[in-house]
């Protein structure tokens, strides 16, 4: 939970997430220098840039997988907290709301479905270890009531027919499906989705640009895709953040994007002066 | 034994009430539970040599301890070289108390639970900080330790020459072998449920998730250190409780005992029987310390070899790592399957 020091951060209000002046250096490589950003409440956020950009770095340094070396992760909790996240264990930060997805699918290919999405839950079970072993009333009702939420998750995804399939040997794209009905067990108020069209055919990608806008809009959570794909995030996105070698290049709606001289040539390489 | 093999919740149907009674998965640990108590009664009719009763409830108290071992590696992906000196931990605790100090049987078992859990808690701290051939070489070295500890401490423990024990005594009724071996029946049943219930909810789906990923599991919310510590306070305390029980149906202990060797026997009924299978914990164990003793040695000429019972063991581990990796209960899946198969090409056909 949030120490003293960590609470009494500030955050405008119709923000989620304020990162300042965020800073991180591996040996003497700065992999993210001074990005500085906001997301706004429900709103579909787009954080781009070339390979090696610092994207996954950056989105490392707010779910507190690496600490930074410099700067504030500023988040409205979901239960309307504000704080740094900054210096928290890397485990506190789903009860907060913030929950992620992965680049190279984290699934458990031994369990089934409905297990791995109930995964996403963990925080919110509270039977204790013991009340599970003799499957005293609280740990069977809690059980019961995630379960029915998972269903739920599942359903909203268009797999909950799988729910009891092992995940190992399911298509990659059930997969992906899978890892998102987790994001949602977690009462999500801001999720990270790491690539997600990576390795999804055209009529995959245009679906999963119309489940991000559900997810958005029913369970009215702000999502922040790091991604690749151009078209799934100027197709999607609200508003667009694009680094380069770790730094901030520009930030506005897809149109300011595509227009913007830096970004071009970080994409394309500058053009040769004649 | 084929039918104790189905596991997991299957899905529901509308076929009569025994069926669907059978399918909870707890009156089947308690059926198979009385299945086993009946044994003694063939012992006592002379169906089966009553020495065989000896051996089997070896069995029942290595599947106790393996099923410790099964959460471990099993399911969290954490491998222990140690499970001996918890054993042995449990053994010589409980049987000094209930004999010297002359404490309850009972109250001897917990307490022999709770020292080893502690043990454990400590390795778990351990187990954060080295992985994978590092954390078996040092439950291997704690293993050893309590062993060493075993010989010098002989005012407790009787040192080479060993503790002895009598069969509990329990509210006042001093058990007879027979009822001695009911006794680590109902242990096991219970160790059984137990295990079911820990590894179907949200505590097991955590130890999945660590197998699965660090770092999804602790995105997920996992507290790796907390459930490292569970884990290892329950492997040691099964592996306590089978210790005090060995204690009290063998009657007899010495430091040779709590070796390696033991230790890895046991990794090897968790291998063969079935890593995350609860009922192939126990046939493991049938495999790995009864077959060698009740068939293998009545064998002529096979029998007559030194040492069979490891070369069984270690072709057995060989075999099921080659073609059956998630143990020998994949078997009677596979002949299941088979046999349905049978069913509906005989049925094309005519």
Redesign the interface.
């Known amino acids: 939970m949030a120490k003293a020091t960590h609470s009494g951060a500030a955050l405008a209000d119709g923000l989620v997430l304020d990162i300042h002046d965020l800073s991180i250096q591996f040996g003497g490589l700065k992999a993210v220098e001074a990005l500085s950003f906001h997301v706004k409440e429900q709103e579909i956020f787009g954080l781009i840039g070339p390979n090696g950009a610092g994207k996954t770095t950056a989105f490392n340094c707010i779910t507190q997988f690496y600490h930074p070396d410099r700067g504030q992760v500023v988040f409205r909790a979901r239960d309307g907290r504000v704080l740094d996240l900054v210096g928290l264990p890397v485990h506190d930060i789903i009860r907060l709301g913030l929950v992620r997805t992965f680049q190279n699918v984290e699934v458990i290919k031994e369990l089934t479905l409905i297990d791995n999405v109930l995964i996403g839950a963990h925080t919110d079970f509270k039977a204790t270890i013991l009340e599970q072993a003799l499957r005293l009333p609280r740990a069977r009702r809690e059980e019961r009531e995630m379960r029915a939420k998972a269903v739920r998750a599942l359903e909203f995804m268009g797999i909950a027919h799988l729910k009891d399939a092992p995940a190992g040997g399911q298509p990659y794209g059930v997969l992906k499906k899978v890892e998102m009905a987790r994001t949602l067990m977690a009462q999500p108020k801001l999720i990270i989705l790491d690539e997600p069209a990576a390795g999804l055919n055209d009529s995959e990608t245009a679906e999963l640009a119309e489940t991000i806008r559900r997810m958005r809009d029913e369970y009215r959570c702000t999502i922040l895709l790091v991604e690749h794909d151009m078209r799934l995030v100027m197709n999607i996105c609200d508003r667009i953040c694009a680094i380069s070698f770790g730094q901030f290049l520009a930030c506005g709606t897809p149109g300011e994007i595509q227009g913007n001289k830096l970004v071009q040539e970080a994409y394309l390489g500058e053009e040769e002066p004649e | 034994m084929d039918k104790i093999t189905v596991q997991g919740q299957t899905?529901p149907s509308n076929s009569n009430p025994a069926a669907r009674a059978f399918r909870n998965p707890y009156i089947r640990y308690i059926l198979f539970g009385v299945v086993i108590a009946l044994l003694p009664l063939l012992a006592k009719s002379g169906v089966m040599p009553s020495s065989f009763l000896v051996n089997l409830g070896g069995v029942l108290i290595y599947s106790i301890v393996a099923l410790g071992l099964n959460l471990l590696l099993g399911y969290s992906g954490l491998i222990s070289l140690g499970t001996a000196g918890f054993m042995g931990l449990g053994a010589y605790i409980s049987g000094y108390l209930s004999g010297t100090v002359g404490l309850p049987f009972l109250l001897t078992v917990l307490i022999a639970i709770a020292a080893a859990a502690v043990i454990g808690v400590l390795v778990g701290f351990v187990s954060l900080r080295v992985a994978g051939i590092y954390l078996a070489i040092a439950t291997l070295c704690v293993s050893e330790i309590l062993r060493k500890t075993f010989e010098e401490l002989d005012q407790f423990t009787g040192g080479f020459s060993g503790l002895t024990a009598g069969y509990p005594t329990l509210f006042g009724f001093k058990l007879s072998r027979e009822a001695t071996f009911v006794l680590l029946t109902a242990a096991l049943v219970l160790v059984m449920m137990?295990t079911h219930?820990?590894v179907n909810?949200?505590?097991g789906?955590?130890l999945?998730?660590m197998?699965?990923?660090e770092?999804?599991?602790?995105?997920?919310?996992?507290?790796?250190l907390k459930y490292r510590l569970?884990v290892f306070a329950i492997a040691s305390a099964y592996a306590a409780l089978g210790g005090a029980l060995y204690m009290h149906f063998i009657k007899f202990s010495y430091p040779a005992v709590w070796i390696l060797t033991l230790s890895l026997n046991i990794l090897a009924v968790v291998v063969i029987g079935g890593l995350?299978s609860i009922y192939g914990t126990v046939i493991g164990a049938l495999i790995v310390f009864a077959v060698p003793d009740l068939l293998l040695k009545r064998i002529p000429v096979i029998g007559g070899i030194d040492g069979i019972a490891y070369i069984f063991t270690g072709v057995l581990i060989i075999l099921v790592v080659m073609f059956y990796p998630s143990g020998v209960v994949g078997i009677g899946h596979d002949i299941k399957r088979l046999i349905s198969r049978g069913r509906k090409g005989g049925a094309g056909n005519g």
């Open positions: 899905p137990l219930n820990l909810g949200q505590m789906r955590a999945h998730a197998r699965g990923s770092v999804a599991a602790q995105a997920m919310g996992v507290y790796l569970i995350r």
